[in-house]
């Protein structure tokens, strides 16, 4: 096959591939698959806008260790969305880097033996347009079922360039000992690449761009699944992969029958391969999951699976049945009304009915804008209209091909209260609640709450007149507060909320002090006179860690030691001494994560003045008459060491 070529970052090729798909050109064939030579990964690049992919195939640059594939079919049979992340690790990732950074032969920096984020990058830019030139090895066949026969026309999927991102973590590893700024010509300044062998685990994935609904389009089914199709795929080379394939929902929508084949030879379930399994969702979605693992030694055989389905009515099926776990007939089940809201959570509704197939729970409203569905993880969800306060429904359970229980059940789906809240002394939270009506008496419950912490509990008694609960918001940080809790009452189900006021919990300030020694001093000298201690406590109301910082005449200070709320610091009064201040008046500020701060003010006193026990001013007093207590008494070598010092600034000033 003859080489073409084009700038394009050698991940930017592979994320491509490695999002999937092996080249099948017409329709899921083995004929050519088999064809198929290893390729070499030598550079392609002709520009960026005559990027050509066509021919290459996944684990021909991606030597993956697992890979998995999720591929939604959209409501309109005729576009898919697939997400695919392939994980690499150890001596396979030096192999992906090396033949990356092959394909770039001929272009600067290209296979120099290094992967660069130059080369990372380029794959966001032109890694869509080489995917669109891979076929996937996704085919669809309406009617009876089809397998690999001759003269088969396959509805192949296809990728859509505008749908398609690419995304990797770790191509060129973070921190690597021998990283190093790109030496090509032309690398962006901030370039950096590790050598090819590096054996650093990364991962690449593909996925819906956003804003795009889908990547992937086939020719429309014109029955939209509705009688018999068959998929297949194409699974050579495709190792320690699991799929997952999501259908629309359609009733009774199910597998009928499935077979993967060497050659066209039938393998043994089981043995050589596993079935796949499905799953019945409750928004009524198919989901089938297909694990592959194709041993690399049994290159060149061609392997496909087959997955044949049908609509047509199973020749057994049970009918689902309530289970004591059901609410009572007539039970009021609470929500907030005016939106759609999640009502009842899946793992609370899973037990309230058995089907071996799964099942649904349809609700008819009696009131007009009032509906309810599930999605696909099960939640229930309820739409009501803005102004509705409540609405009775009678439901039922049916499973994905029509069985409906016998018994229906009603139940009032209705908000049991209004509420308001407002921070009005900086502590509590006032939570007004309005009962609605739904029920005579209810008993609710509630916190301030916020991601990582919550308040204390209150609770009180509500029955037809508003009631205030202060909510205290000890332990909060400040910022954003939510009110969360529970209401409870007699034959209705437990209604847990979060509310959102838009409240903001304000900074309080936080406290710092000074311990005293147990001589009534606030400092400890040391023995040169030059130096003294403090110590003290420091906390925050709100949790927050607090820094401190120190003033002394004119310098300051941040060296302090911090040891849960005790903190110490060692204050030289050099610079108080040069400029000829004897009076130690020390300013600590204490500033939160908030930047709220606090000040404490400490008057330090020279043990070495002498102070007037008859009344005379003391040695804190800066207007002292006693002209020998305007300096510290210090050692006279001390005083020749700061004159030195003094000398040696004031000559630097003048140099």
Not at 33 to 51: A, F, I
Not at 579 to 601: C, F
């Amino acid at each position: 096959m003859a080489a073409r070529r084009y700038y394009v970052s050698a991940t930017a090729i592979t994320m491509l591939m490695m999002m999937l798909m092996m080249s099948v050109s017409n329709g899921v064939t083995t004929q050519e698959l088999t064809t198929n030579e290893p390729m070499e990964t030598e550079g392609r690049q002709d520009g960026l806008s005559d990027v050509d992919c066509s021919g290459y195939t996944f684990e021909d640059l991606f030597d993956y260790n697992f890979a998995a594939f999720n591929i939604d079919i959209g409501a309109d049979w005729a576009t898919a969305g697939m997400s695919a992340t392939a994980f690499v690790n150890g001596s396979n990732s030096a192999t992906v880097r090396e033949n990356l950074d092959g394909l770039f032969e001929g272009a600067p920096g290209g296979a120099n033996g290094w992967i660069s984020t130059d080369e990372r990058e380029a794959v966001r830019e032109i890694g869509p347009m080489c995917i669109e030139d891979m076929e996937t090895r996704l085919g669809l066949r309406e009617g009876v079922p089809h397998r690999t026969d001759s003269g088969v026309d396959w509805n192949d999927m296809e990728f859509v360039e505008e749908g398609i991102a690419l995304d990797e973590v770790d191509l060129v590893a973070p921190n690597h000992p021998e990283e190093r700024s790109c030496t090509n010509f032309g690398a962006n300044p901030d370039c950096k690449e590790i050598p090819v062998y590096a054996t650093d685990d990364l991962q690449i994935s593909l996925f819906v761009k956003s804003g795009e609904s889908n990547n992937m389009r086939f020719d429309q089914l014109p029955n939209k699944g509705v009688s018999d199709f068959t998929l297949a795929l194409n699974v050579t080379n495709m190792t320690n992969a699991e799929l997952v394939l999501t259908f629309p929902a359609l009733q009774g929508l199910r597998i009928a029958n499935y077979s993967m084949e060497d050659d066209g030879v039938a393998l043994i379930e089981g043995q050589d391969y596993t079935a796949p399994m499905e799953e019945f969702l409750p928004d009524g979605k198919l989901r089938i999951y297909q694990d592959v693992d194709y041993d690399k030694s049994n290159w060149p055989v061609g392997r496909n699976l087959f997955i044949d389905f049908t609509t047509s009515e199973p020749e057994s099926n049970d009918v689902p049945q309530w289970t004591n776990f059901k609410p009572n007939n007539n039970s009021i089940i609470p929500m907030m009304t005016g939106t759609e809201y999640l009502t009842v959570s899946a793992e609370e509704l899973s037990d309230w009915a058995t089907d071996s197939n799964g099942w649904a729970l349809n609700c008819a409203f009696v009131e007009n804008g009032w509906s309810s569905r599930q999605d696909e993880t099960g939640n229930l969800l309820v739409t009501s209209p803005s102004g509705g306060t409540s609405s009775v429904a009678t439901c039922s359970v049916s499973d994905p091909f029509g069985a409906v229980a016998e018994e229906t059940l009603d139940f009032t789906f209705g908000q049991p209260f209004t509420a308001t809240a407002a921070i009005n002394d900086g502590e509590n939270i006032d939570f007004t609640v309005t009962p609605s009506g739904l029920v005579a008496e209810m008993t609710v419950s509630a916190h301030a709450h916020q991601e990582n912490a919550m308040g204390s509990m209150r609770s009180s008694m509500a029955s037809n007149q508003p009631i205030t609960i202060a909510l205290p918001m000890d332990g909060l940080k400040p910022g954003s507060v939510m009110v969360m809790g529970t209401a409870t009452a007699n034959n209705m189900m437990n209604f847990e909320y979060m509310l959102d006021f838009g409240l903001e919990k304000q900074s309080l300030p936080p406290t710092v002090s000074l311990k005293i020694s147990f001589d009534g001093k606030n400092a400890t000298w040391d023995a040169s006179g030059l130096q003294f201690t403090l110590k003290g406590t420091v906390s925050d109301p709100d949790g927050e860690s607090v820094g401190l910082a120190l003033q002394l005449c004119g310098s300051s200070a941040t060296d302090f030691t911090q040891v849960g709320i005790n903190w110490e610091i060692d204050v030289s009064i050099a610079t108080c001494v040069l400029q000829e201040i004897s009076t130690y008046d020390v300013i600590i500020t204490a500033t939160d994560e908030s930047g709220v701060q606090s000040t404490l003010e400490i008057n330090v006193k020279d043990p070495n003045v002498q102070d007037n026990s008859n009344g005379g001013s003391s040695s804190s007093d800066s207007s002292s008459s006693d002209e020998g207590s305007a300096l510290p008494s210090i050692s006279m070598l001390a005083t020749v060491s700061i004159a030195l010092l003094g000398a040696a600034l004031v000559r630097r000033d003048e140099e």
